[in-house]
C-alpha cells in the first residue's frame, strides 16, 4: 500500500484541446486548452514533470499557469488529488483585472493526479493534470 505521496492508481490527464484563447496565436510550441470562456495552457499530455526548483521546502510543488479570460470576474483556482490523499491545492492569483490574461500559480501538496477547476463569471474551466516529482 503506498503512501499518501504516491500514486494508487493511473491518470487520465486532459491532453491540450488546442482552442486558442483571444489575442494569441496558435504555434507548434502551444498546448492551449480552452472553452471560449476560459483558457490556459498545458504541457504535452498533461504532465508536469517538476524541476528542483519547483519544489518547495515543505515538499509541494508550484507551477505556473496562465490563464485567458473571456467573460468578467475574478478568476478562482481549486483543484484535488483524484489517485490519493491530499489537502487541496492553492493558488496564487494576483489582481490583473476582470478580463483578459491572468498569470497564476498552482501550488500542488503533492505529486500525483489533479484535478483543477478555474472559475470567471459564469465561466468554468476544469482539467486534469499528472504531477510528477522531481527524481
Known sequence: MGS????????????????VPPGEQS???AHYHGNGKLWTELLPGGVIRARPEDVRADG?????FPWWRAVRGRLTI???RLDGQAEPLRAWIPDYGLTGFQSTA?????????????RAGDGRLTFVVRVVAPA
Open 106 to 118: 498552482i501550488t500542488f501538496p503533492t505529486q500525483g493526479c489533479w484535478e483543477v477547476t478555474g
Open 60 to 64: 509541494s510543488i508550484e507551477i505556473k
Open 4 to 19: 499518501a505521496s504516491e500514486p494508487k492508481r493511473g491518470c487520465s490527464a486532459t491532453r491540450a484541446n488546442g482552442s
Open 27 to 29: 504555434s507548434s510550441g
Open 78 to 80: 481549486s483543484g484535488r
